[in-house]
């Protein structure tokens, strides 16, 4: 599975920006995908994940209630709906594919390349 992630750029906080995760290759509808974010020196964190059978979603306690994914399987991509933006949202947000339904990045075996989310104050 490839993975192309797209949508990042600058927004100032409180707006909105959505992410999308197209994939080619495989049959998108039978992977679990998640998005993930980094920042400089840090860990990449999970942010959310959607899984394939049911399309259930979870969330980080960090962006409950201000981000949403969903997955368009017709058009074997995934989505990040970022509301409510914040500066400490600003990072590389990227996505990736498995079989687990995880919070786990060692769980997703397929990466995109990320996209870069700025967030002025």
């Known amino acids: 599975v490839q993975l192309q992630a797209s949508g990042g750029g600058l927004v100032q906080a409180g707006g909105s920006l959505r992410l999308s995760c197209a994939a080619s290759?495989?049959?998108?509808?039978?992977?679990?995908v998640g998005w993930f974010r980094q920042t400089p020196g840090k860990e990449r964190d999970f942010v959310a994940t959607?899984?394939?059978?049911?399309?259930?979603?979870y969330y980080g306690d960090s962006v409950k209630g201000r981000f949403t994914i969903s997955r368009d399987n017709a058009k074997n991509t995934v989505y990040l709906q970022m509301n409510s933006l914040k500066p400490e949202d600003t990072a590389v947000y990227y996505c990736?594919?498995?079989?687990?339904?995880?919070?786990?990045?060692?769980?997703?075996?397929?990466w995109g390349q990320g996209t870069q989310v700025t967030v002025s104050s």
């Open positions: 990736a594919a498995g079989r687990s339904y995880s919070v786990g990045a060692g769980s997703y075996n397929y």
């Open positions: 959607i899984n394939s059978a049911d399309s259930r979603t």
């Open positions: 290759g495989r049959t998108f509808s039978g992977y679990v």
